[in-house]
Structure formats: structure tokens, C-alpha cells
């Protein structure tokens, strides 16, 4: 089969990989469509953003990883019987499974379990000869990780592991309705943050990037205002906000410019929501956190929250449509990432790649 592999280069190479045989527990998946987040682009600068944002450590890569975790697809095989009614069923996958017995995992608290085993990012497996991804014909899936749907598209369908992430930060803060908030980065999961966060019953949502270009469509997923970051942003949001800040502040970005305009413009008691994380070094007063201000961060999504934003799909009440700016065949995987690395010139959102 064709698939898109990461290999120890740092360089992505659409080649010719045996077809995965699906083990105990799995089943096969024909995959349809499968997203290029941001992790993606991160792999090619030599980074491991998996086991940055989980474990905080920088782990090297192995090689021969089939990229891809945000997909969607058919099941084609199964290896349990009890397993077989999901044939020919449309799925969205879940693309991670954790070791269930430590004691993040007993806690409910497995979005943090250190022994994951990580579809398309090549993290906590045995040595393989081709590291499991979407980013390909066919893919082994666990089958507790496969939810069937029926009222969406393929594309839509993909979107669910951002779309969880963005439910992830969203549920990390403690008062929303009413509440002003500000994003920092209009990235997939920032635009969909801004949805989530008026469907929770934010007041107002500004938008801040220092690129203007998903403005449009910021404001088509609720934002009320979109505002290109320069020094006098904090100032103006306290402007617009009768001089208190706003209740929520989701930093998608995690640099230390947007880390300090986070601070800038969080009210009292106000929550501050760090969706990236890195190596960045951010120097900021205590005072900062004085009137009881909070700063939380996010790794991943837990399957309840892939659920919850699965069901609000197929009901209409959440929209990724306005997200979806390209979708291209899998041999175009390098045109796709160069639209994506380009976005401010092609308007690139979410690159969809159908095999």
C-alpha cells in the first residue's frame, strides 16, 4: 500500500509499505481521510511533540513512522468475532490507547498515561519495521478506538481529535458563561475553541493572531472580533472590556510574547488555558497571579471527550466545515504540507489528505 513515512532524515517520503495485518484486539481500517495537524509540521523540524506536550521530555524518533492521527475511514477486516459487525462500518478513530493499569489511568486520568501507545507519532511501541498512521492506505486500530457515524463526512470526521483537544481546554476552565475570553492563535484548534466557548455561553470571543488570514473564517466559528497582535493589543482588549480583562484566556500558541499578553489581559480570578507546550522560557512576576488568577495546562483528550464532540457533530450543534479549506489526494502529501507551512500566502486551515 502507499503510504506517507517519517523517516530518520527528518524528510516525509510517499513510498510503498507492506499492508498492515491487523492483531489481537484489532481491526483494519480503510482509510478515507486523514488530517495534517501542526504536529505533523513539528516532526520535520526534528521535534517529537508527542512526548513534549505529555511528558515534558524531548524524545529522539524512530525511524519509519507513518504519519497521521487525526483520520477516518472503513473497517475491512476485523480479527475477533465479536468484533466482525464493525465490517464495512464508517469510523472515527481514536488514534492513541494507554496501559489502563497505572495510576493516571485508574484515575481517570489516562490523557496523561507515560505508556501510550500513539498512532502517527510512532510513540510507545515495540521496534517495528513501519511505525502504524493514517497517512496511508490502510491502518491497524485497536477496536475499542473505532466509533461508527453515519450523519457526516469522512473529512468531518477527522477533525475529532482536535476538535477533543479544543474540549479538552475548554472543560479546564471553571466560569464561562458570561465571561469575555481571548484566544491566542487562530489555528484549528483556537477556531474551534471559539465555537465550544460561545456554545458554553461566552459573552464575547476575541480572536488574536499575528496572521490575519483565518480571520474570515474566526469569525464564521463565533468570534466576535479578530485582532492582529501588536504592542498595543493587551491595551486595547482592556479597553473593550471596561478596563477589567476577560474571564478566559486560551493560548494556543505558547510563545512568550503570547504567554505575556495572556497575563496582560486576565481579569481576576480569570483562567488562563495553555493548549502548547515547549521549551520556551517565560519570565513572569508573582504578581502576575495576584486576584486569585489560574494558569492550567492541556495534553490531549480523554475518549469521553472525543465522544461528547462526536455526538454534537452528528447533531449539528458543532460545525468544522468553514475549517476545511483543502482536501487533497495522499500522492500530494508535499504540495499539502508546503500549503499548510505557507498558510498565510494559500489560506490553509486543515489539509485533508484522501488516500
Not at 466482525?84 to 464508517?90: E, T
Request: glycine letters at 8%; proline letters at 4%; a negative charge.
Amino acid at each position: 500500500m502507499k503510504a506517507v513515512v517519517l523517516k530518520r532524515d527528518g524528510k516525509i517520503h510517499f513510498m510503498e509499505v507492506p499492508r498492515p495485518v491487523p492483531g489481537k484486539g484489532e481491526v483494519l481500517v480503510q482509510v478515507k481521510a486523514c488530517g495534517i495537524c501542526g504536529s505533523d509540521l513539528r516532526y520535520l523540524q526534528g521535534e517529537n511533540p508527542w512526548s513534549e506536550q505529555t511528558l515534558g521530555i524531548k524524545n529522539e524518533n524512530p525511524d519509519n513512522i507513518i504519519l497521521g492521527h487525526e483520520f477516518a475511514g472503513d473497517v475491512v477486516e476485523a480479527t475477533a468475532p465479536e468484533d466482525k459487525h464493525l465490517i464495512g462500518q464508517k469510523v472515527a478513530v481514536i488514534s492513541y490507547k494507554t496501559c489502563e493499569i497505572c495510576d493516571f489511568c485508574r484515575h481517570d486520568r489516562m490523557n496523561l498515561c507515560k505508556s501510550t501507545a500513539h498512532i502517527g507519532h510512532g510513540a510507545g511501541w515495540d521496534d517495528m519495521e513501519y511505525y502504524p498512521g493514517g497517512m496511508a492506505e490502510f491502518c491497524q486500530v485497536w477496536s475499542s478506538k473505532v466509533y461508527p457515524f453515519h450523519s457526516i463526512s469522512y473529512e468531518e470526521a477527522s477533525t475529532l481529535d482536535f476538535l477533543a483537544v479544543a474540549l479538552a481546554s475548554v472543560r479546564k476552565i471553571p466560569k464561562i458563561f458570561a465571561e469575555d475570553a481571548v484566544i491566542i492563535g487562530a489555528g484549528p484548534v483556537g477556531l474551534m475553541a471559539a465555537q465550544l466557548l460561545k456554545l458554553n455561553g461566552a459573552r464575547k470571543v476575541f480572536c488574536v493572531d499575528v496572521l490575519e488570514y483565518s480571520f474570515p473564517i474566526a469569525e464564521k466559528m463565533g468570534a466576535d472580533m479578530c485582532i492582529l497582535e501588536d504592542k498595543d493589543t493587551g491595551m486595547k482588549i482592556q479597553e473593550m472590556t471596561d478596563g477589567q480583562g476577560v474571564g478566559v484566556v486560551l493560548d494556543t500558541v505558547g510563545a512568550v510574547e503570547s504567554q505575556k499578553l495572556a497575563f496582560q489581559v486576565c481579569k481576576a480570578k480569570g483562567t488562563i488555558v495553555n493548549v502548547a507546550s515547549n521549551e520556551n522560557v517565560v519570565r513572569i512576576p508573582m504578581t502576575a497571579l495576584c486576584g486569585e488568577r489560574s494558569i492550567v495546562s492541556v495534553a490531549n483528550a480523554k475518549d469521553a471527550y472525543f465522544y461528547d464532540c462526536l455526538k454534537m457533530l452528528e447533531a449539528g450543534r458543532i460545525d468544522v466545515k468553514p475549517l476545511l479549506t483543502d482536501c487533497l489526494p495522499l500522492s500530494q502529501v508535499h504540495f499539502a504540507f508546503e500549503r499548510l507551512k505557507n498558510r498565510e500566502e494559500t489560506g490553509a486551515v486543515k489539509v485533508i489528505l484522501s488516500p
